[in-house]
């Protein structure tokens, strides 16, 4: 009888043992980019640069190097705070190095591998150069790409690490942005109470539920799922900026782009107000009330806008209010921020 | 008396040698001789010296230049016939830069023959331009002479042609300077449309000298570059109302101005 009790409890041990050691061995393991499966095929070159844990890594690090400022103060993630979904949370404007004050709210570094442009004004369109906007802008990091590589190079590190992630101890710039981009697609928003919803593994409460449809109905054409921006660019009736800021114009000199930005994700609205190319409304409610009742013509103001008897906005009542907001909150996506993946 | 002698039949043997040099060896792609193209910059009929030297436009305005250098590259070379040669793009990638001698000229490898055309880009080519970073080496390189920058990040492109200076007839700028600033760029737009400052230069060498490139000496295509132009061209250019030109649409008028620079002077053969 005690033998049996023995055994019995030995073989427990060992079985509960042999889980946790699987368990572990799956946390070890490096899923590499995996394609949520209600996402669309993904717009990023992985054939000219595939995700390997080495450089994913390298990336990482490359993401929170200081280094990679003028005076070693500044590193992407001083900006692109995880916690508030990679972005500068409670800044209007981000500042940077010595304190420098930008012109536009730091946008999140999410769901990148499915955009093909970057930045507000969308001047970038390969993420590969990205880096490269933040590392030289005066306001930003005031480095110059040169000094980068110099101070990578002279590292005790780095050269290791560019070893491991490329084969060889070189440090290029090619390997450098290549790296940081290997980081960046990884940054992936799916794991939202939405996206569970989505993917059959939970359902929307009735509230959510008339929320989505309201959702649907009124905000989805700019907004398009399931990254909730259809990338383009739009003049949402907000209005001029106090620095004139022309956003996408500056890039195409079409007068037709005066004043368009491109249409931002809904997604991780809890952690990364505030909100707008300029950091204009700290609330979700701010943004809602311009939208319902704030809203007057602007140069370019988005066709969608036009009530079509002179007035512009999109009508919500306060009970739609309530249901919208239910829905938004489906989109915060708490393991995004708390992902130790991505963490410094 | 006899040196003069001597002077007077070694002439004459000595350009028949050279004639005799000057036969044309068969057109080979796979076998490459030397070709250098040197831009040799000057505003009107004097050289250019940096800072230095103050020169006046046709506006009337005194100016001098602290900084010059523009992108050249796809260089063609073309014989009388018409038969082309197209320099493989990736060796076809020049930083001129004014003030450092290495950077004063293009070497690139053709085929044996006697080339009386020139074409080159002045710029840097849309395909280029939106290529893999992998691809972006050498003068492309966003990490190279980033201290003079030639590539713009936050609108992803390179900058063609970079001339700075002084001119009192500029604006006191932030730094308290009287600086202007002509940074010349845009290869067209990547998904929209926008301006396009991309130039081909062609540059006829029949009347100042076709280059007679052969595998044992380095032909050297002289051209003189008149920087002068780019305020003096088809269009006059006034730095009191154009102090600053960058990604704007004057741009075009500063490129279309400079596109008249290069003419050819001679050839070294």
Request: glycine letters at 8%.
């Amino acid at each position: 009888m005690r033998k049996v009790k023995v055994i019995l409890l030995l073989v427990g041990v060992l079985v509960l043992a042999s889980c946790k050691k699987e368990i572990i061995d799956k946390v070890a393991e490096f899923a590499g980019f995996q394609k949520p499966s209600n996402f669309p095929v993904p717009a990023y070159h992985f054939d000219t640069n595939p995700v390997t844990k080495e450089g994913f890594e390298l990336g990482k690090k490359l993401f929170y190097e200081p280094r990679l400022s003028r005076n070693n103060t500044i590193s992407c993630g001083s900006c692109h705070i995880q916690a508030s979904a990679f972005t500068h949370h409670g800044h209007d404007v981000s500042h940077g190095i010595d304190d420098r004050l930008g012109k536009r709210n730091a946008p999140p570094i999410m769901n990148l591998a499915w955009h093909t442009s970057f930045n507000h004004d969308g001047g970038v369109f390969d993420l590969d150069m990205q880096p490269i906007v933040p590392i030289t802008t005066f306001e930003e990091m005031d480095e110059t790409l040169e000094n980068v590589l110099q101070k990578l190079k002279a590292h005790p590190e780095y050269p290791k690490l560019f070893a491991k992630a490329f084969g060889s101890e070189t440090i290029t710039s090619a390997r450098v942005l290549k790296a940081l981009s290997q980081f960046m697609v990884l940054c992936i928003s799916a794991q939202s109470r939405y996206d569970s919803v989505m993917r059959n593994e939970a359902s929307f409460t009735a509230e959510e539920m008339q929320g989505y449809e309201l959702f649907k109905q009124k905000c989805a054409s700019c907004h398009r799922e399931p990254l909730f921006s259809d990338l383009s660019f739009r003049n949402n009736g907000i209005g001029v900026s106090f620095n004139g800021d022309a956003g996408r114009y500056e890039i195409t000199l079409n007068e037709s782009d005066k004043y368009k930005f491109k249409v931002p994700s809904l997604r991780n609205l809890k952690y990364s107000a505030p909100y707008m190319h300029d950091g204009r409304f700290y609330t979700l409610d701010a943004v809602l009330d311009k939208y319902s009742t704030g809203m007057q013509y602007v140069q370019n103001i988005d066709p969608a806008l036009d009530k079509g008897n002179g007035s512009y906005g999109i009508a919500i009542s306060s009970e739609e209010r309530v249901y919208l907001k239910a829905f938004l909150n489906t989109l915060n996506d708490e393991h995004f921020v708390k992902n130790k993946l991505l963490s410094e | 008396m006899r040196k003069f002698l001597i002077a007077a039949i070694a002439g004459p043997m000595f350009f028949a040698s050279c004639k005799k040099e000057g036969k044309e060896p068969e057109f080979n792609q796979d076998d490459l001789a030397p070709l250098s193209i040197e831009f040799d910059n000057i505003v009107g009929g004097t050289n250019l010296y940096l800072n230095s030297t103050t020169y006046t436009n046709a506006a009337g305005e005194d100016y001098s230049i602290s900084l010059l250098q523009y992108y050249v590259s796809n260089i063609k070379v073309y014989k009388a016939d018409g038969t082309e040669y197209v320099v493989p793009q990736d060796s076809s990638y020049f930083l001129i830069k004014e003030g450092d001698v290495a950077s004063g000229s293009a070497l690139v490898h053709v085929p044996e023959g006697d080339y009386s055309r020139l074409v080159f880009t002045l710029g840097v080519d849309s395909l280029r331009s939106t290529m893999d970073v992998d691809r972006r080496t050498g003068v492309l390189d966003p990490a190279s002479g980033m201290d003079e920058g030639m590539y713009w990040g936050w609108n992803s492109g390179y900058i063609f042609f970079k001339m700075e200076g002084l001119s009192a007839a500029a604006p006191v700028d932030g730094s308290g300077q009287h600086k202007f600033r002509y940074h010349i760029g845009g290869f067209g737009g990547y998904s929209a449309p926008t301006i396009n400052n991309i130039k081909e230069i062609s540059i006829d060498l029949s009347q100042a000298g076709v280059a007679k490139v052969r595998k044992e000496r380095k032909s050297n295509i002289h051209l003189m570059v008149d920087i002068a132009k780019v305020m003096n061209g088809p269009t006059t250019l006034s730095i009191a109302a154009n102090p600053t030109v960058m990604f704007s649409e004057f741009s075009a008028t500063i490129a279309a101005n400079y596109a008249t620079m290069f003419s050819h002077d001679h050839t070294e053969n």
